[in-house]
């Protein structure tokens, strides 16, 4: 099993402090520069080790950036702490914007990185949590993270534990119908202390979403089973910052955070074929040039 960096821990602590000291415009500008560096390094990783799914990775960067380093109770260096807040990333195969997202923090060296995918690596594919401090369960098949989360939530009730639990979802996932047997239990029991976040950007491997089968009305979908639902721009970090804080109302909630697939790098924003596609060296240079200024 991977261990945590203490230097890349401080690092998360003073990036921790001064967001809190920081006014609104402040935090957003914050984990804009944080997000644009995480999508830098996940487009280094997937590039490297020739394989990856770049897409889902970059319109769900903000979420787990304005997590990680925004919200989130967690101690990178005691991962395993009882009353952590959880994060499961239902859509594991973006597993490498997971893995950038916990050693930026610190949960491990991002020296790591240079490892993913590759033969023997705790780095899979997809996340594994006996290899990889931060990872709270594995994922891979879709459908399985919100079922999960509603159990790690119930044992929360039980336990009297104040610890949240966060479920990061992908919005084709949702076309799997565990997680509405799992969203019926939450809005059942009042799991105030769940939240679920939908990455909607409106593509799955293959098609869009609504070609493949409809979601909409997804909003109402989710307050129909009990929930309280927000929508937000999934790109904006102030308004997901303001979604994931909000006071409890006694309901599970869902943040439904539109998104765009592919986001930061032109030629890859709403392009379905970039669900797994691998960027060449010399896409590598443009898509680092938009997003840092620098080359590769």
Request: charged share 20%.
């Amino acid at each position: 099993m991977l261990v945590a960096d203490p230097i890349g821990a401080e690092n998360w602590r003073r990036f921790r402090a001064e967001l809190a000291e920081a006014d609104d415009p402040g935090k957003a500008h914050l984990l804009a520069g944080q997000a644009a560096r995480l999508r830098a390094t996940d487009i280094r990783m997937i590039n490297r080790a020739g394989l990856g799914h770049v897409g889902g990775d970059l319109s769900v960067l903000d979420i787990l950036t304005t997590l990680v380093f925004g919200v989130l109770r967690i101690d990178p260096e005691q991962p395993g702490l009882p009353d952590r807040d959880r994060l499961i990333l239902s859509k594991g195969h973006s597993a490498g914007a997971l893995y950038a997202t916990l050693a930026a923090a610190g949960f491990f060296a991002e020296a790591e990185l240079e490892s993913f995918a590759q033969p023997r690596s705790a780095l899979n594919g997809h996340p594994n949590r006996t290899k990889v401090p931060g990872v709270e369960t594995n994922t891979g098949p879709l459908g399985h993270g919100l079922p999960v989360a509603v159990g790690m939530a119930v044992a929360g009730v039980l336990a009297g534990s104040a610890r949240r639990v966060f479920v990061v979802l992908g919005d084709g996932e949702l076309q799997e119908g565990s997680n509405w047997e799992a969203a019926m239990t939450a809005g059942h029991r009042k799991l105030a202390n769940l939240t679920a976040v939908v990455d909607r950007n409106g593509l799955q491997q293959g098609a869009r979403t609504e070609d493949t089968v409809t979601l909409e009305p997804l909003a109402d979908k989710w307050t129909a089973f009990g929930w309280r639902v927000l929508e937000v721009a999934g790109h904006d970090h102030r308004q997901l910052l303001d979604a994931f804080t909000v006071p409890s109302d006694g309901r599970p909630t869902c943040v439904i955070a539109n998104t765009v697939k592919g986001k930061g790098v032109s030629f890859m924003e709403d392009r379905v074929e970039w669900h797994h596609k691998v960027p060449s060296g010399e896409q590598v240079a443009v898509a680092l040039q938009e997003l840092e200024g620098t080359p590769a």
